[in-house]
């Protein structure tokens, strides 16, 4: 019953994400609507720790599966997956912050394509670069804070590129901890 509920769930929650609950046709001139930044999973894509999009994943019941590379996080979206995107892996920087998430899945229904393009055409506008056909096509969408969406639908192989070009960094504080350098040496 769970695999059965997870993947509705999951595209309920994708939706709702995206601004919208129903997937209506996109209006290209109705820019005053749109996001001006980039959502991944509902989540604000600049500076996302790892920890903070897998609580996110989790309590919409989407968990990894085992990875063999460091900084590399792969799901399954389920069988249906989100109007056909089953996949999704992310990429993160040695700080543990994401640096890229890659959407994909095989949607052979031209309608699950549609959807898709047209409701990141209706959550983010008319696309910075590329363009949109009903809902088809090749695009992307930049934002001013260092983030971008890259979206492929042309083919049934689609995908979706969420990039943080410049994703927080862990930095030290300059201050050396005398104390703990002289237990270290006892």
């Known amino acids: 019953m769970r695999t059965k509920v997870a993947p509705m769930f999951a595209l309920f ?3 709702l994400s995206m601004g919208t609950a129903t997937l209506v046709k996109a209006e290209a001139n109705d820019v005053s609507r749109s996001s001006n930044v980039a959502e991944l999973f509902g989540l604000p ?3 996302l720790s790892v920890s903070q999009l897998e609580n996110q994943l989790n309590s919409m019941g989407l968990h990894s599966y085992p990875s ?4 590399v996080i792969s799901y399954s979206l389920g069988p249906e997956g989100i109007l056909g995107v089953t996949n999704a892996t992310i990429y993160s920087n ?3 912050y994401v640096r890229q998430a890659l959407l994909s899945g095989v949607v052979e229904s031209s309608e699950k394509r549609k959807a898709l393009g047209e409701l990141l055409a209706r959550k983010y506008g008319k696309p910075s670069e590329g363009f949109l ?4 096509g090749r695009s992307k969408w930049l934002f001013k804070d260092g983030t971008m969406i890259e ?3 042309t083919t049934y192989d689609v995908s979706l590129i969420y990039v943080d070009e ?3 960094v862990a930095t030290r504080s300059g201050q050396i901890d005398v104390e703990a350098l002289s237990r ?3």
């Open 13 to 15: 929650i994708f939706a």
């Open 45 to 47: 894509l600049n500076d």
């Open 68 to 71: 063999y590379k460091d900084g």
């Open 94 to 96: 040695g700080s543990g």
């Open 133 to 136: 056909s009903n809902g088809i």
């Open 151 to 153: 979206f492929h639908n």
């Open 166 to 168: 410049s994703p927080k």
């Open 184 to 186: 270290k040496k006892q």
